[in-house]
């Protein structure tokens, strides 16, 4: 059945065949009527493309993939990441944008258009956006303090506190910059039964990530598209700045060339082909929900081919260009934690040494200094933090670095709340205005939240990031790919 679409003031008509009749002299005439879609729609096709972009850029594709870049073969990594993004990535990719884009509706109402027995394919994707938005904006809280905190020279967590001119042998052990995450930023329990009470400067952060996430989802595409503007091109102006400034520092180069050493051996274990496939997978939002809400306010005939394509493509190449930026920062970092070590311990302060050369068996190589991984927070607030101390105006390179960090989250939040937001306002379940809707969504949402505002707040973003991530939204895409290949165009066809 055609229908009318309303794109930026303009209504695009079309016929709609509501039936036939016979003339008297015996011809079938169909009856038609012309309906008028007043669904929103983005502003223009650039809005949609950074609002899928940054949807699909986050947080992994700075702190996950550099780390499994290097734990799996260095460059050897990429050929697995580059076949999973052509044989599943891509196809997945284009199956939501292209059921969101045809159907016009949210997620469940999309399943339940492609057969009911599949709505609850929908509601697994809202549940589970709805649980991952609850803990991702407590990363941007986070990523708030830390911001804030870098307002200041030097940087709280440049140096270790001193008690009677005695360094704490806590923090001596630990490191200046575990010590200040684990300590004074989220003052982590022992175990996830001490709950610590709420930690007010995370609250009072959690409140402004929530704060500014209902600016920018309040009236759906039309406040959206206009903060994708910000939110999806910061971080790569950011990006870039760094990439300059780490290729100035000493054993910038060093960081990328082992970061991108292949090890060819790696790449037959079968696990690190699976891990490459689950990075395709988390990294595109597959599965969320919020790729089929945006493309439902596309026009009818946009070419989503070409878009799932180049979104694809464009989230991986940002995987590339981050890990070489980081590692270029972590390959300085090395390089003076090597001759920092070399000075304590009386070694030779011969930069110009071999690579994989042992000097002492203190200081061990650059390599080795190199090959200690993190991943996820401890790559953020302390690897990275670390790197980011021993650079002159250390407290510039903060304050930047997590400014990309928080629109990163901010563009991405966005799209995970579209997924929960469009389908719950189509369903008229709660038949209020949108701009209520999402404001009664974000204060639950930073309720919940308050949760991870204790001191064993850590442990519970790890157990809703176990349970809430890896397995369902797996399941959740497999049945996708039962429904429209098998519902859709198979046997069991939907009902008259």
């Given at each position: 059945?055609?229908?009318a679409?309303?794109?930026?003031?303009?209504?695009?008509?079309s016929?709609?065949?509501?039936?036939?009749s016979?003339?008297p002299?015996g011809?079938?005439?169909?009856?038609?009527?012309?309906?008028?879609?007043?669904?929103?729609?983005w502003?223009?096709?650039i809005?949609?493309?950074?609002a899928?972009?940054?949807?699909?850029?986050?947080?992994?594709?700075?702190?996950r993939f550099?780390y499994?870049c290097?734990q799996?073969g260095?460059?050897?990594?990429?050929?697995?990441?580059?076949?999973?993004?052509?044989?599943?990535?891509?196809?997945?990719f284009?199956?939501?944008?292209?059921?969101?884009?045809?159907?016009?509706k949210g997620s469940i109402?999309?399943?339940?258009?492609?057969?009911?027995?599949?709505?609850?394919?929908?509601?697994?994707?809202v549940?589970?956006?709805?649980?991952?938005?609850?803990y991702?904006n407590v990363?941007l809280?986070?990523?708030?303090y830390?911001?804030?905190?870098?307002?200041?020279?030097?940087l709280?967590?440049?140096s270790?506190?001193?008690?009677n001119g005695?360094v704490?042998?806590?923090?001596h052990v630990a490191?200046?910059?575990q010590y200040y995450?684990y300590n004074?930023?989220?003052s982590?329990?022992?175990?996830?039964?001490?709950?610590?009470?709420l930690?007010?400067?995370l609250?009072?952060c959690?409140?402004?990530?929530?704060i500014l996430?209902f600016?920018?989802?309040?009236k759906?595409?039309k406040s959206?598209g206009?903060?994708?503007y910000?939110?999806?091109?910061?971080?790569?102006?950011?990006?870039?700045?760094?990439?300059?400034r780490?290729?100035?520092?000493d054993?910038s180069?060093?960081?990328?060339k082992y970061?991108?050493?292949p090890?060819f051996?790696?790449?037959?274990?079968?696990?690190?082909w699976?891990?490459?496939?689950?990075q395709?997978?988390?990294?595109?939002?597959?599965?969320?929900?919020?790729l089929?809400?945006?493309s439902?306010y596309?026009?009818?005939?946009n070419n989503?081919k070409?878009?799932?394509?180049?979104?694809?493509?464009a989230n991986g190449a940002?995987s590339?260009?981050a890990?070489i930026i980081?590692?270029?920062?972590?390959?300085f970092?090395?390089?003076?934690?090597?001759?920092?070590?070399?000075?304590?311990?009386g070694?030779?302060?011969?930069?110009n040494?071999?690579?994989n050369?042992t000097?002492?068996?203190k200081?061990h190589?650059?390599e080795?200094?190199?090959?200690?991984?993190?991943?996820?927070?401890?790559?953020?607030?302390?690897?990275?933090?670390?790197?980011i101390?021993?650079m002159p105006?250390?407290?510039?390179?903060?304050?930047?670095?997590?400014a990309?960090?928080?629109t990163?989250?901010?563009s991405?939040q966005?799209g995970?709340?579209e997924?929960?937001?469009t389908?719950?306002?189509?369903?008229k379940?709660?038949p209020?205005?949108k701009?209520?809707l999402?404001?009664?969504?974000?204060v639950a949402?930073?309720l919940?939240g308050?949760?991870?505002?204790?001191?064993?707040?850590?442990?519970?973003l790890q157990v809703?990031d176990s349970?809430?991530?890896?397995l369902?939204l797996?399941?959740?895409?497999f049945?996708e790919?039962?429904?429209?290949c098998y519902?859709?165009?198979?046997?069991l066809?939907?009902p008259k």
């Open positions: 059945m055609a229908r679409t309303k794109r930026d003031g303009e209504i695009m008509v016929l709609v065949a509501e039936g036939e016979t003339r002299d011809k079938v005439e169909q009856k038609v009527v012309v309906q008028e879609d007043e669904r929103e729609g502003g223009n096709k809005e949609y493309l950074l899928t972009i940054g949807f699909a850029v986050g947080f992994g594709n700075v702190w550099p499994l290097q799996n260095g460059g050897a990594f990429l050929i697995p990441y580059a076949v999973s993004l052509v044989v599943m990535g891509i196809p997945l284009f199956l939501e944008l292209a059921i969101g884009q045809s159907i016009r109402g999309v399943w339940n258009h492609i057969h009911p027995y599949l709505g609850g394919v929908g509601i697994a994707s549940v589970l956006s709805l649980l991952i938005s609850t991702y990363l809280g986070w990523c708030f830390y911001m804030f905190a870098s307002f200041q020279s030097p709280p967590y440049s270790c506190p001193q008690t005695t704490l042998p806590e923090c490191g200046r910059t995450w004074k930023a989220i982590v329990s022992s175990s996830i039964e001490e709950g610590g009470g930690q007010w400067h609250c009072l959690l409140l402004l990530a929530w996430v600016f920018c989802i309040m759906g595409v959206g206009k903060a994708v910000f939110t999806a091109t910061m971080p790569y102006i950011v990006l870039t700045i760094f990439l300059v780490g290729l100035t520092l054993g180069v060093d960081g990328i970061m991108f050493t090890k051996d790696k790449i037959l274990n079968p696990v690190v699976l891990q490459a496939a689950t395709i997978f988390f990294s595109l939002g597959v599965g969320y929900g919020g089929i809400a945006m439902s596309n026009p009818i005939h989503c070409r878009d799932a394509i180049a979104v694809s493509l940002t590339l260009y890990t980081i590692f270029s920062v972590l390959g970092k090395a390089h003076r934690s090597y001759e920092e070590c070399l000075d304590m311990y070694g030779v302060n011969n930069t040494l071999p690579f050369m000097v002492t068996d200081c190589n650059l080795n200094w190199l090959s200690q991984a993190a991943q996820g927070p401890g790559l953020t607030f302390v690897a990275f933090t670390e790197a101390v021993k105006i250390s407290p510039l390179w903060a304050v930047l670095f997590f990309m960090l928080i990163l989250g901010l991405s966005y995970i709340l997924g929960v937001i389908p719950i306002y189509e369903s379940l709660v209020i205005r701009e209520i999402s404001g009664c969504l974000c949402s930073f919940v308050l949760l991870f505002c204790q001191k064993s707040g850590e442990y519970w809703f349970f809430s991530g890896p369902p797996l399941v959740v895409g049945f790919l039962i429904g429209v519902v859709q165009y198979g046997t066809q939907r």
